[in-house]
């Protein structure tokens, strides 16, 4: 059974960092593009980024480019996401996904099938 946990959220004044972890198991991690999904209240799921099965590609959302950077390490089965001078829009639940459905990073969570249950990041101005 795949299982999927994100750490690593918390609070922090803008401007600041935060790194958050994505750690799977059940499975052979190097068979999955990984994602970072965010969401808000009322809003849908949103692609921050993603990354490619060997880690040779990666994907960032405009908003985040520049700021965050996303790696994985195969050996570990972990993803982490470094996010740098953060704004208070970048507070919301993340989540971090999995799909062995393509090799490139994908950006629409339908494409994702294994799913954490989040942490919550908040950004206080």
């Known amino acids: 059974q795949v299982q999927v946990v994100e750490s690593g959220g918390g609070l922090v004044q803008a401007g600041g960092s935060l790194k958050l972890s994505c750690a799977a198991s059940g499975t052979t991690f190097s068979r999955y593009t990984m994602g970072w999904f965010r969401q808000t209240p009322g809003k849908e799921r949103e692609i921050v980024a993603a990354?490619?099965?060997?880690?040779?590609?990666?994907y960032y959302e405009d908003s985040v480019s520049g700021r965050f950077t996303l790696s994985r390490d195969n050996a570990k089965s972990t993803a982490l996401l470094q996010m740098n001078s953060l704004k208070p829009e970048d507070t919301a639940v993340y989540y971090c996904a999995l799909t062995d459905r393509v090799q490139g990073p994908a950006v629409n969570p339908v494409q994702y099938e294994y799913w954490g249950q989040g942490t919550r990041v908040t950004v206080a101005s």
């Open positions: 990354i490619s099965r060997s880690g040779s590609a990666t």
